[in-house]
């Protein structure tokens, strides 16, 4: 099986310069013209791509001075020990303390304690059985938020929880891999037979139809065509190229965090009509966490790079000793750069003119929203039994004039009422972000004094 990662693009390799020979320069002048290259460098990298550029007020990861390194680390595995039957979910500080093997250890986590209250306040448990909401930043894993809430067992986390539908989420993987090896682009043409949000044999048949409809591939990622995605995985794509992106974006695979959580699934048999169910979203066998819907979002944002997800920032033993410091680490490169602005872009039309669009609709004036670019995507699926449909809603925000950017995933399983949805959370969780960030960069200039 060919896996994405290993798709490269071919390095350049630049011809060899002339020989000729170099002016006499000053030796104050050589030394100071490597520091200069790269000012240069920077700036221009900055100027093109302000996401790129790091962060004016980077977040710290190291603990107070007072905090002494110990005899040795402890691994991921044995975090998930020394925390076992914390779920994070109702925690009013960004930092515990544990009683574990006779001794006190102080857990700093990486979240936001505004924005993590902020969204367990507007959980609207009386119309829900369960509800998941992942907030990360991209550029380093951190995760900023675990609000969740599970009927049948409070004191469960659903944000960790693999049981969930994937739906048209993973529309995404399908247009990715639609993408990178049948070379669509957005406005590439694409035609489908009967209703949009149906899927049914005929409406994957082969052969041309002259009442078939014509519709872009943006649009129908926007709208969640069911029948185009599930053409698509059926005729151009095939259970080797489809189930190698599923794995590149973390199907079938561990994910190293801090707290325990089983993998996401996919099953491809290789039948067709079970091929475009899975394509499409549009079966429950294919099972995703909040959690890992943020770390695929996460994925685009930064330009198809995987970043781990982490929770803990440090620990420290009762001899103020350090014996765990999170680090940021990034994985394989899951797609391509220009792949992932493809899905940028597809993501966008979701929330300008597709399935999440009236939501965001009713914040088109919002001082908050309003400034952000801001994409996803939704999915939906019931049970089977009526008594439980899904709810999703996974993608990013980004100022575009700053170097400021979020990811989330939410899932909400609605009972007979339909209540609080999916994207509702996000544009709360956004809003209550992104309120800090701006506030943070108008107070220098409210202090300043007036001339």
């Not at 609605?414 to 107070?443: N, Q, W």
Request: proline share 7%; glycine share 6%; hydrophobic share 40%.
């Amino acid at each position: 099986m060919i896996r994405p990662a290993e798709r490269r693009i071919p390095p350049i390799i630049p011809k060899p310069l002339h020989r000729r020979r170099l002016p006499r320069l000053n030796w104050k002048i050589w030394a100071a013209l490597p520091v200069a290259f790269l000012a240069v460098t920077a700036w221009i990298a900055g100027t093109l791509n302000p996401s790129l550029t790091p962060r004016a007020e980077p977040r710290p990861k190291t603990p107070e001075s007072k905090l002494r390194p110990p005899a040795r680390f402890i691994s991921k595995q044995e975090v998930q020990q020394l925390i076992a039957g914390e779920h994070f979910l109702d925690l009013q500080d960004s930092r515990f303390q544990i009683k574990r093997f006779n001794s006190c250890f102080t857990v700093q986590t990486t979240l936001d304690p505004g924005l993590q209250q902020a969204l367990m306040q507007r959980l609207d448990q009386r119309h829900s059985r369960y509800i998941g909401i992942v907030v990360m930043d991209p550029d380093d894993g951190r995760v900023l938020a675990l609000a969740g809430y599970d009927k049948a067992n409070p004191a469960a986390n659903p944000c960790l929880d693999s049981r969930f539908p994937a739906a048209s989420i993973f529309k995404i993987i399908t247009a990715a891999a639609a993408v990178e090896t049948r070379d669509l682009e957005p406005d590439s043409i694409l035609n489908f037979k009967g209703g949009k949000h149906t899927l049914y044999k005929s409406q994957i048949d082969a052969k041309p139809s002259k009442r078939a409809n014509r519709i872009s591939l943006k649009e129908s990622f926007a709208q969640s065509i069911n029948p185009v995605f599930g053409k698509l995985g059926v005729q151009q794509l095939g259970p080797e190229i489809l189930g190698s992106y599923a794995e590149a974006f973390g199907f079938n695979q561990e994910i190293d965090f801090e707290l325990p959580i089983r993998p996401s699934r996919i099953e491809l048999s290789g039948q067709a009509f079970e091929m475009a169910e899975v394509a499409s979203g549009f079966n429950r066998t294919t099972r995703i966490s909040p959690l890992h819907g943020a770390v695929m979002a996460a994925a685009i944002v930064n330009r198809g790079r995987w970043v781990e997800p982490t929770v803990v920032d440090w620990i420290a033993n009762d001899k103020n000793q350090i014996i765990y410091q999170a680090q940021t680490v990034f994985g394989e490169q899951v797609i391509e750069p220009e792949t992932a602005a493809v899905l940028r872009e597809l993501m966008q039309a979701t929330v300008q003119s597709g399935t999440a669009h009236k939501e965001f609709q009713k914040h088109h004036d919002d001082k908050i929203l309003s400034r952000l670019e801001i994409g996803g995507k939704t999915g939906s699926m019931g049970d089977g039994s009526g008594a439980t449909h899904y709810d999703w809603f996974v993608g990013y925000a980004r100022e575009p004039r700053g170097r400021e950017r979020l990811v989330f995933s939410v899932v909400v399983a609605h009972e007979d009422y339909i209540g609080t949805r999916a994207a509702a959370y996000a544009a709360v969780a956004i809003r209550e972000y992104f309120k800090s960030y701006f506030a943070r960069l108008e107070a220098p200039l409210a202090s300043a004094p007036k001339s």
